[in-house]
């Protein structure tokens, strides 16, 4: 059972940036697809992005141009970088192996006026 682990959640204002990251417990070149999910209260689950093992990146129309995933293969660990953030971006957010449909236990992220 692979094991991810998020980190870099917080409380930021409007139009600031965080990185979250995953840490996963196998290699993540050997994983399909990755991606990151976002659940904001009191609404459903809501995919944001995803990364193939070759690299191929698709990104959600709501946060296309602000968001970036990538990867460190040697850390085996996720990243996302979000730029620009706002309130609607609050939400708990989740890296996900697609192919296990595994979960990491979530970061929040909190986007204040």
């Known amino acids: 059972q692979v094991q991810l682990v998020e980190s870099g959640g917080g409380l930021v204002q409007a139009g600031g940036s965080l990185r979250l990251s995953c840490v996963v417990s196998r290699s993540i070149l050997s994983i399909d697809t990755m991606a990151w999910y976002r659940q904001a209260p009191g609404k459903q689950r809501e995919w944001v992005v995803a990364?193939?093992?070759?690299?191929?990146?698709h990104y959600a129309n709501s946060v296309k141009g602000r968001v970036t995933i990538s990867r460190d293969a040697a850390k085996n660990t996720l990243y996302l970088q979000m730029n620009n953030l706002k309130t609607e971006d609050t939400a708990m957010y989740y890296c996900?192996?697609?192919?296990?449909?595994?979960w990491g236990q979530g970061t929040q992220v909190t986007v204040s006026s």
């Open positions: 990364i193939s093992s070759g690299g191929s990146t």
């Open positions: 996900v192996d697609t192919s296990s449909w595994s």
